[in-house]
């Protein structure tokens, strides 16, 4: 089974794949949780196994606006 069956896009175009400029994308899991897909920030070191990616204001508003809160 592919895990991402288990996510529901909420930003960003039709894809799994990033092209063009819809991303990041942000996904909801079933479990109430969130993945965000995008180029890694590399300005914060993370602990081994982590890593963090920069989100702008937009594209958590739309993931905020699908979600209908």
Same mark, same amino acid.
């Given at each position: 089974m592919d895990i991402s069956e288990h996510l529901i896009r909420l930003t960003g175009g039709?894809?799994? =794949?990033?092209?063009?400029?819809?991303?990041?994308? =942000?996904y909801a899991t079933r479990h109430g949780t969130f993945v965000v897909q995008g180029d890694r920030y590399?300005?914060?070191k993370v602990?081994?196994?982590?890593g963090a990616v920069e989100i702008p204001e937009s594209v958590l508003r739309e993931a905020v606006r699908v979600l209908g809160w």
């Open positions: 039709g894809g799994p =794949v990033c092209d063009g400029d819809d991303c990041p994308n =942000v590399h300005s914060l602990p081994e196994g982590e």
